[in-house]
Structures are given as C-alpha cells and as structure tokens.
C-alpha cells in the first residue's frame, strides 16, 4: 500500500510539471493571437499590444503582479482589456476549449500543490464567459494531445515521430 502511494506521488510529481508546460503552450499561443488582435484593432498603440495581451491572459489565468507599472497599466486600459475579454468568446471561439483545459489543468495543478487561490481564477473566466462550464475536465493525456496538436500547428512543438518512420529515416541516410 505505502509503494503504490510513492508511487502514486513520484508519478504525480513528473506529471505536473508536463502539465505546467502545456498550460504554457496553450498561452503562448493566445499571446500571440491576441497581440496580433490588439495590432491590429489598435494600430495607435500597436507597442503596447504585447503588454495588453499579457493583461488579459493574467486576468484569465489570475496572475498579478506586485509591480506598481504594472497595476496602473493595467487601470488605465481597463477598458480596452474589458472590451477583448468580453468579445473573446466570439472573436475566439476556435480557442475556448484549449483555454477551457488549460485553465481547469492549472486549476488541477495548483490544488495538487496546495495554491489555494486558484478557484478564484475560474469563476472570473466563467463569470466573463471564456470558461466552458459544461466541459468535462480533460485527463491529463487529452490535455497533452491537445497541446501537442495546437503547438504543432503554431510551431512551438516537434510533432513526435513514430519509432517505426525515425528508424527507417535513419537507414536511408
């Protein structure tokens, strides 16, 4: 019984971190789509599309900095943040469910290493919208399969090479 709960434990502490890492990817790749959406509705202050972007990814993911820069950037374009955020599930639907995931795996891995905070984080995305709430909670290998998929697609990730193809790759060199 002991065994299996050590287990159990070393399991889960190599698996969160891959987790953590594809909650990474998924923002990513929402950086990129909503910097892209802030140049171009915003062209005026297209140099400030990275930091906007980052804006509203922290209030999906509920991140705050303690920077005082960072705490009047965010009120003096709280509007314009409100404004992305409540347009997202329309302008963003194609990625509803990657968010959906990632915010329910951050959820996942924050309980398992005992944040307690993170609820707070979902019930605003649910609250604006952005949260799937009739979604299941993915396992951990759909999680991964998603990422892996979407990363792919945005040139993040390698898409894995199945062993029969890379040996065969290898004789023919």
Partial sequence: MTENLEESKEFESNLLPILREGIDVVKMILFKELKDHFVSRYPDRSSEAPRLAGAVLNVFFGTVSPDPAYAAFMEQNQAMIDTVIAEFPSRFEKFLIPLTDALRMQFLCDSREGIDDSADFLAVCKER???????????????????????????????????????????SH
């Avoid at 952005?130 to 998603?146: E, K």
């Fill in 129 to 171: 919208g952005v949260l799937l709430d009739d979604r299941d909670l993915p396992l951990p290998h759909n999680f991964l399969f998603l990422v892996r998929r979407l990363g792919s697609a945005y040139g993040l990730i390698i898409a894995p090479v199945p062993e029969e193809s890379a040996g065969q790759d290898q004789k």
